[in-house]
Nanobody, 124 residues
């Protein structure tokens, strides 16, 4: 599975961005997909995940983004999205998408494939 993330950019606090992650492969719908982020000097952290077809496409969010971010997937387009609203300066980071053959997973070591990352910068 190859992943290509896009959609990052510079936005003012309170604004919105939608990240996309396009995946290769015919078994996309069976993979759990996740978004992680890494700010300068900090460890990579979980943001959101959506399970594959075997687990009902359920979702899970980090507490820090719950109510502001929404993860979704379009299996016909092999794409997962992260809609980010009410952005805050502390959301500034490189955002990575990832794919896992497991269920709804939230830890980075459970993901098998990673995209290259897209920079999100939120100005105050």
């Amino acid at each position: 599975v190859q992943l290509q993330a896009s959609g990052g950019g510079l936005v003012q606090a309170g604004g919105s961005l939608r990240l996309s992650c396009a995946a290769s492969g015919r078994t996309f719908r069976s993979y759990a997909m996740g978004w992680f982020r890494q700010a300068p000097g900090k460890e990579r952290e979980f943001v959101a995940a959506i399970s594959g077809s075997g687990f009902g496409f359920s979702t899970h969010y980090a507490d820090s983004v719950k109510g502001r971010f929404t993860i979704s997937r379009d299996n016909a387009k092999n794409t997962v999205y992260l809609q980010m609203n009410s952005l805050k300066p502390e959301d500034t980071a490189v955002y990575y998408c990832a794919a896992s053959g497991l269920g709804l997973v939230t830890t980075s070591y459970e993901y098998d494939y990673w995209g290259q990352g897209t920079q999100v910068t939120v100005s105050s």
